[in-house]
C-alpha cells in the first residue's frame, strides 16, 4: 500500500473501496497536526479540527481531482477549516480586502540553503505565535510542510506572486521580533 500514490489511494475511494482512505489518513494525520499546531496557538480544539478536516475530505472526494495532486486539496481543505476556527472564535482578523493580493508584485524566490531553512524554522518555532495570521501561513505552508509556492497558491488561494510577497514580508516580521526580543534581553 505504501506504494500507491496520494492520488491513487484517492482514485480507489472515489471507485467506493472506502477502506483506503485510512492509508491517507495514516500519511497525512500528523502533517495537519502540525499545521493546525502552529497556525492555531493555543486552540484547544485542535484534535477536533484535524478530525474534521479528514471528515470533510472524505466528504468531500468525489470533488478531488485525481488528475491533480492530493497534497494543496487537503491543506485547501485544513486552511478553510483552521480559518474558520479563527473567526468562530474572533482571534487573528481575517479581512476580505488585502492589498498583497490586488496589486501585482514580482514574485520573490527563496535562495535558502538547507542550514539557513533550519535556523530559520528553529526561530520560527520561538517566534511564529507573534507574526500576523496572513504572513504565519505561508511561513508554516513553506518551511514545515515543504509546499512549493504553486501549491502555497492553490491552498490559500491567492496569486503565486502573494505567496512571494507574504513569504518576504513574514520573514522581514520574524527579523523584527528577533532583534527586539534580544534588545529586550540586553
Not at 495514516?26 to 480544539?45: I, P, S, T
Not at 524566490?109 to 511564529?128: G, P, V, Y
Amino acid at each position: 500500500m505504501s506504494q500507491l500514490t496520494d492520488e491513487e489511494l484517492a482514485r480507489r475511494v472515489q471507485r467506493g473501496e472506502m477502506q483506503w482512505f485510512a492509508f491517507l489518513v495514516d500519511r497525512y494525520e500528523q502533517k495537519m497536526a502540525r499545521y493546525a499546531k502552529k497556525y492555531l496557538f493555543g486552540n484547544d480544539d485542535v484534535d477536533d479540527l484535524v478530525q474534521d478536516v479528514f471528515v470533510k475530505a472524505f466528504t468531500n472526494i468525489q470533488s478531488f481531482d485525481a488528475s491533480r495532486r492530493f497534497s494543496p486539496w487537503i491543506y485547501r481543505i485544513a486552511h478553510n477549516e483552521f480559518v474558520n476556527s479563527l473567526k468562530k472564535k474572533g482571534r487573528d482578523n481575517v479581512s476580505f480586502f488585502d492589498p498583497d493580493t490586488l496589486f501585482p508584485h514580482p514574485v520573490y524566490e527563496e535562495q535558502n540553503s538547507e542550514a539557513e531553512r533550519e535556523d530559520l524554522k528553529k526561530i520560527l518555532d520561538t517566534s511564529l505565535d507573534k507574526v500576523d495570521a496572513k504572513y504565519r501561513e505561508p511561513l508554516i505552508l513553506y518551511y514545515y510542510e515543504n509546499q512549493d509556492y504553486q501549491e502555497i497558491s492553490d491552498i490559500m488561494r491567492i496569486p503565486v506572486s502573494t505567496v512571494g510577497v507574504r513569504l518576504r514580508r513574514g520573514k522581514e516580521a520574524l527579523k523584527k521580533i528577533v532583534e527586539e526580543t534580544n534588545l529586550e534581553h540586553e
